[in-house]
């Protein structure tokens, strides 16, 4: 069985594919996606992270049969075309969660002491603590927190430390639920958006969340407000977003981008990241070196089961 890895896997995790009984691993961690369909043939298993999965790659297979998602969302991947050619897409939920929701606290702790602004100037030789003397402080304000899945609930673990108030939304959050996360249950987006000081996004990209995060929402926020995206650009009205920076004063920590590059490094150009109300970071959340780990060993262990024929492989997404 042959295993490309076309995206950057932990060494610990590489060892484990090679283990597999009758694999041949092949390490290509910098393909991109227009180069991926000339290395796809004899692949029986390929496994990515953020390289996107086009159709191209998927009429160019001969013998792909499974492509492991190093991570948990599957956007990347064109799992319709998958589906069509026979090909079961898996992830691996999760692993990263953690890692997620340590870089929202820190996005979060950033944009309210400003740290990188005061951090830029610092570089540059600028001393001016009277500028960056004006944090309010987290103390006694109310975060709200959309999505209740794995990240959510280590963001809302974190978050007790600083001594808020958390309310959370989400469709699948019953009074019970929210009494045992200690959460106040907001009835809707809107309730959850007029509340909060600091809201923080934790959902996947589905047909129903897609810009959920829309103009009516980022209208009801507070003036001031901190929105925290660390799930996927598309959840979000962007353009909204920009707006409501200029017009309202928002301020946003993001770590997805509507035109963030498809390569682990390449000069991009975004409004978003050039707007002094918002802390821009390069799609890291899951990027920590526990998360990578055990995010990587769970993808070989997934490719082991495959490779054994055992049925059915865990988190297929696309079981039909």
């Not at 600083?162 to 249950?185: H, M, N, Q």
């Not at 899951?286 to 495959?306: D, V």
Request: with cysteine; charged share 25%.
């Amino acid at each position: 069985m042959k295993i490309l890895l076309a995206d950057k896997i932990n060494p610990v995790a590489i060892e484990a594919f090679k283990a597999i009984e009758g694999a041949e691993v092949i390490n290509q961690p910098t393909l991109t996606a227009e180069e991926l369909p000339q290395h796809i043939a004899g692949v029986d298993v390929l496994v990515v992270r953020s390289t996107k999965v086009t159709k191209a790659t998927f009429e160019a297979a001969d013998k792909l049969g499974l492509v492991i998602r190093a991570g948990s969302g599957v956007n990347n991947i064109d799992v319709p075309c998958a589906t069509a050619h026979n090909v079961r897409v898996v992830n691996c939920p999760g692993k990263n969660s953690v890692a997620v929701a340590e870089l929202a606290m820190g996005l979060l702790l950033s944009l309210e002491r400003r740290i990188a602004d005061c951090v830029a100037q610092s570089r540059a030789g600028k001393w001016n603590k009277k500028e960056f003397g004006k944090a309010q402080g987290l103390k006694g304000k109310t975060v709200g927190v959309v999505g209740v899945g794995m990240i959510g609930r280590e963001l809302i673990k974190r978050l007790r430390g600083f001594d808020v108030d958390i309310c959370a939304y989400d469709v699948c959050l019953t009074p019970e639920l929210a009494k045992e996360l200690g959460v106040e249950r907001c009835e809707d987006l809107l309730d959850l958006a007029k509340k909060s000081d600091i809201v923080s996004i934790h959902v996947p990209l589905l047909d129903a969340t897609r810009k959920m995060i829309g103009e009516e929402f980022i209208t009801a926020m507070k003036p001031g407000a901190i929105l925290l995206n660390t799930s996927r650009a598309e959840v979000v009205d962007n353009d909204a977003l920009l707006k409501a920076l200029d017009e309202k004063g928002l301020r946003c920590g993001l770590d997805v981008i509507p035109e963030e590059p498809g390569t682990g490094a390449a000069d991009f150009d975004s409004p978003l990241a050039k707007h002094p109300h918002a802390y821009v970071t390069h799609h890291i959340g899951a990027s920590t070196e526990q998360s990578e780990l055990a995010t990587g060993l769970e993808a070989a262990r997934l490719a082991k089961i495959y490779s054994l024929g055992q049925e059915p492989v865990p988190n297929c997404v696309n079981p039909a």
